[in-house]
Structures are given as structure tokens and as C-alpha cells.
T-cell receptor, first 110, second 112 residues
Framework: KNEVEQSPQNLTAQEGEFITINCSYS?????LHWLQQHPGGGIVSLFM???GKKKHGRLIATINIQEKHSSLHITASHPRDSAVYIC????????????FGKGTHLIIQP | DGGITQSPKYLFRKEGQNVTLSCEQN?????MYWYRQDPGQGLRLIYY???????QKGDIAEGYSVSREKKESFPLTVTSAQKNPTAFYLC???????????FGSGTRLTVV
């Protein structure tokens, strides 16, 4: 089964900083999801991407299929961005074809 | 708009009681999935169904049961046999891995 590693596990930053969260995986995939989970709240899907880059507002996701790596960037970070960010890869094993990372816990301080 | 509805968002139950979590989708997806999340761990697969009236155990199926009588619905029952039922439960659906997955918002179950 695919091994998915996210880094960092925890990140605390000041409002306005540029944030990068990384996701690496061990086996080739067809696509990858980035998910957001607010404290005590539910899951929101931010992106699905299989190549290149996608942008939505202040969020940018990139993927390099050959290097087995994806990044999620947040520009001009805000306290409301505080959440757990989860990478989920599609392909590379598992009955459901989906393997999740453990998540990156992001705190943006005002 | 199409999507997945999980209800309720928060659920409290007494120990020893069975509880059923709802998952409904109007995306016409064939496949549906249930995952469990514990603190510090990635989401783990409980059960999945790729077609109506058929479902398969995932990695942590013990203490859970499901049914798939309709394409739109995939309810999960947490039975009294589940030793540590307090967790976050997530439902997802897909029309095939190459099309990606759609995720519900989740249900947080607390057993006291």
C-alpha cells in the first residue's frame, strides 16, 4: 500500500506569512486530494489534482508526479486558515484506492 | 448541487447502544466508502461498496456493519461490539478513482 508522509506535522505561523505544507508518497498515483478539517468540524475538499498546479483564492496546490510530491501553499495567511490539512492519494494500493496522510495541524496567530 | 450529506454532525450515545450514521449522495456514484479518524492517525477504511447490494470489509471492519440497499445511501452501524467507538467518521463516494472522490463533512460520534 502507498505510504503517505506529510510535513510538517505541526506548524505555527504569524498572520500574513506564506505557508507551505508538503505531501510525499511512495508509489505512483493517478491523482491527489487536499482536504481541510477545522477544529471540531467537518472535512472540506480543497483540490483534486493530477498534474501541474491549481489555484483557488489564496490557496495554491502543486504536484510533481515523477518526484511523488505535492505541496499546498497558503498566501497571506489568516487565523481562519487554522485547521488540519490532509493529503489523500489515489492509486498505489488499498481496497479503496485511497491512502490518507496523517495531516498537518496549522495554527495562524494574529 | 450534487454532494454527500452526512447526518448528524455530532452524535452522542450511551455505551452498549448501537448507533447508525447516515450517508446519502445524489451524485449517481457507484462506489461509497466509510472511514474512521482517531487523533494523530490518518483516516482508515471501515467498509466500502462498489455496487448496490454488495459491500466489502476494509482495514478496520470489526464492530461495524453496513448496508447498500439503494445507490444513494450507505448507512454505517456502530455496534456495541466496537470497543472504542468514539471517533470522527467520514463518508465518501466515487464514480471511479480516475474521477476523484467526493467527501461528506463527517460525523463526530461520542460514546459515554
Amino acid at each position: 500500500k502507498n505510504e503517505v508522509e506529510q510535513s510538517p506535522q505541526n506548524l505555527t505561523a504569524q498572520e500574513g506569512e506564506f505557508i507551505t505544507i508538503n505531501c510525499s508518497y511512495s508509489v505512483g498515483i493517478s491523482a491527489l486530494h487536499w482536504l481541510q478539517q477545522h477544529p471540531g468540524g467537518g472535512i472540506v475538499s480543497l483540490f483534486m489534482l493530477s498534474s501541474g498546479k491549481k489555484k483557488h483564492g489564496r490557496l495554491i496546490a502543486t504536484i510533481n508526479i515523477q518526484e511523488k510530491h505535492s505541496s499546498l501553499h497558503i498566501t497571506a495567511s489568516h487565523p481562519r486558515d487554522s485547521a488540519v490539512y490532509i493529503c489523500a492519494v489515489i492509486g498505489g494500493g488499498g481496497a479503496d484506492g485511497l491512502t490518507f496522510g496523517k495531516g498537518t495541524h496549522l495554527i495562524i496567530q494574529p | 448541487d450534487g454532494g454527500i450529506t452526512q447526518s448528524p454532525k455530532y452524535l452522542f450515545r450511551k455505551e452498549g447502544q448501537n448507533v447508525t450514521l447516515s450517508c446519502e449522495q445524489n451524485l449517481n456514484h457507484d462506489a461509497m466508502y466509510w472511514y474512521r479518524q482517531d487523533p494523530g492517525q490518518g483516516l482508515r477504511l471501515i467498509y466500502y461498496s462498489q455496487i448496490v447490494n454488495d459491500f466489502q470489509k476494509g482495514d478496520i471492519a470489526e464492530g461495524y456493519s453496513v448496508s447498500r440497499e439503494k445507490k444513494e445511501s450507505f448507512p454505517l452501524t456502530v455496534t456495541s461490539a466496537q470497543k472504542n467507538p468514539t471517533a470522527f467518521y467520514l463518508c465518501a463516494s466515487s464514480s471511479g478513482p480516475s474521477y476523484g472522490y467526493t467527501f461528506g463533512s463527517g460525523t463526530r460520534l461520542t460514546v459515554v
